[in-house]
């Protein structure tokens, strides 16, 4: 009788821990997968940072490149304005000195 038990107990036995050595690998496997997404994230976004403060200092050095030049074209006008002989060529340099501005401003 002993030996009728004893078998099915130890197929029992041995079915239940190749269950646990099963799931014990498939959850180590997800994690170290897991872990190699987390790290993919992370490296992708630290690129997207970098990338994100170039192109803000990019965009503020075209700004102030852009406002530098606004403002020798301002200069430039105020001489020609300043410099003009009569008010007719006042007027006449400040409308250029606009239009080389802004095309807004060339009607």
Do not use: F
């Not at 403060?53 to 606004?70: F, K, L, P, V, Y």
């Not at 003009?84 to 501005?101: E, Q």
């Amino acid at each position: 009788m002993a030996e009728i038990i004893r078998k099915p107990l130890a197929w029992l036995i041995g079915a239940v821990l190749i269950a646990t050595a099963l799931l014990w690998l498939s959850n180590l496997m997800s994690t170290a997968r897991r872990t190699e997404l987390t790290a993919r994230v992370e490296s992708n976004r630290g690129d997207a940072a970098v990338r994100s403060g170039a192109d803000a200092a990019n965009t503020i050095g075209n700004r102030s490149a852009a406002e530098h030049s606004i403002d020798k074209e301002v200069t430039h006008a105020q001489d020609r304005i300043r410099t003009a002989p009569d008010t007719g060529a006042a007027d006449g340099a400040a409308r250029s000195g606009l239009c080389g501005i802004s095309a807004d401003y060339c009607h």
